[in-house]
Nanobody
């Protein structure tokens, strides 16, 4: 059974940093994405990474502040979030798929974690 479990969320002040991890069990993937959903808003992609030929992607709102990277075997992907802003407050989800497929759209991801809350507030 495939399982994705996010960790590393929490309550921080503006300007602080957090690192999210995604633990994966059941199989390995070569394409990962981090998405987020703020209250009252649709889920949006934050960043994505591929080690099977796809491009690394960042949403404009996080470029220069967030970094998606490859991790260890059981935690294959991280999201380093620096200079956090109140508008970064959301539930963050890790998602995985086998093939890049030409797009980082949400619909292309087969497996999802349950999410971890990130709250940025003074």
């Amino acid at each position: 059974q495939v399982q994705l479990v996010e960790s590393g969320g929490g309550l921080v002040q503006p300007g602080d940093s957090l690192r999210l991890s995604c633990a994966v069990s059941g199989r390995t993937f070569s394409n990962y994405g981090w998405f987020r959903q703020a209250p009252g808003k649709e889920r949006e992609i934050v960043a994505a990474i591929s080690w099977s030929g796809g491009p690394t992607y960042y949403a404009d709102s996080v470029k220069g502040r967030f970094t998606i990277s490859r991790g260890r075997a059981k935690e294959p992907v991280y999201l380093q979030m620096n200079t956090l802003k109140p508008e970064d407050t959301a539930v963050y989800y890790c998602a995985a798929k086998n093939w890049y497929g030409g797009s980082w759209s949400e619909e292309g991801f087969n497996y999802w974690g349950q999410g971890t809350q990130v709250t940025v507030s003074s």
